[in-house]
């Protein structure tokens, strides 16, 4: 059996921190078991659905390197529903229903008043012939719902929240398609399911519910229902879904200078018994990752944690994973030199200026004025070599006694104007001999 998964996002608006986890979920899964990543647009609602956001959508799956292997989109299978529908209608397992929405509120708010669950009573089905010809003379169109099989309980093993059990009685019969004749999400859903050979749908558990209904929908379509795993939301740092976590996404993960890996790698891991690990690659992530690992508690995101494993794999990209993103000039001696201090790629300019210059003279005073002006009377006798910072250094400590932060501050404050960075040995031999010189000797003025 292929393994065949989907994201199935609504093109209505940017993905957020909770879509991307879901996508890679199910891009992993079908990776791990060499199988195929289906991206499903799910843009029945032609209004809200816009242009802009399937492109938006494209593009940060590509960024996050969750490649899929098709594209599919509801809007082009309409007839395909159509004729799903009719099959259903034909054997009476979708049924016309005239209540307006202020009755069927009311309808609700008489059960809840009685203490009882809310369920649709059905009595669209049994208006006769001739009532339901005078609703539509009144100019009533109906609007649709999928009759369950009340004798027919509902169970699946999930993959992550193991047995679950409905009584198919306690659920109102779900309304699948609109007075004007658009779909609402159930019923697509699971007829694209069946078509496109879905083996396993991964989503949050917020769709427990709708799956309830849908393995029924598959059932009555003479398809077997796919593998289910829903995975428990995710909350921010303070423990619950904040507004910040919706509008979380790529462009912000690229604005801060998050690298996709760092990302992805987070995603992979939190909710589950995996610890969190510094990767350069999600290859390795793929070996350990199993439904059965995820917990049932809400997963949390933390931004701190992100930039902190976002630090840690800086550390480890090779020059030539990056060399492209990098200023003009800086080479593999530049970037092993400054990663060390990085907290994200972008920040290599900042020190890579910092070393092509101008610097920012810091302004020393006295003692510290005259012991700069020395150094740069003594580099200018020095041979020139990658172990110059050594040989200045100990050239200086001999002829002042200084040592510690006296000896090497004010020089780093004059070579670089900042009082921290890279590994000065590894700096001076990039600022080079005639700029370094020159940065230490205005000091003096
Ligand atoms: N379009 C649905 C959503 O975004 C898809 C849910 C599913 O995966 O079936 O919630």
Redesign the pocket.
Known sequence: MTVIT?????PTGHLHVG?IR?ALHNWMWARKNGGRFLLRL?DTDTERSKEEYVDAIRADLAWLGLSADGEERQSARFALYEEKFEALREIGRVYPCYETAQELDLKRKILLGRGLPPVYDRAALSLSDVERRALEAEGRRPHWRFRLDHEAPIGWIDLIRGEQHFDPKLISDPVIRREDGSWL?MLP?AIDDVDMGVTH?V??ED?VS?TATQIQMFTAMGASPPAFAHEALLVGTEGKLSKRLGSLGVSTFREEGMEAVAVVGLLARIGTSDPVEPVVDVAPLLNTFDFSRFGRAPARFDEAELAALNQRIVHMLDYAAIRDRLPEGMGEVGWNAIRPNLETVAQASDWWRVVTGPVESPGLEGDDRVFVALAADLLAELPWSQDVWKSLTAALKEKTGRKGKPLFLPLRLALTGRDHGPEMAALLPLIGRDAAIARLAPATS
């Open positions: 989907r994201f199935a996002p609504s879509n879901t799910d999400y859903s749908v989503r949050g769709h709708n």
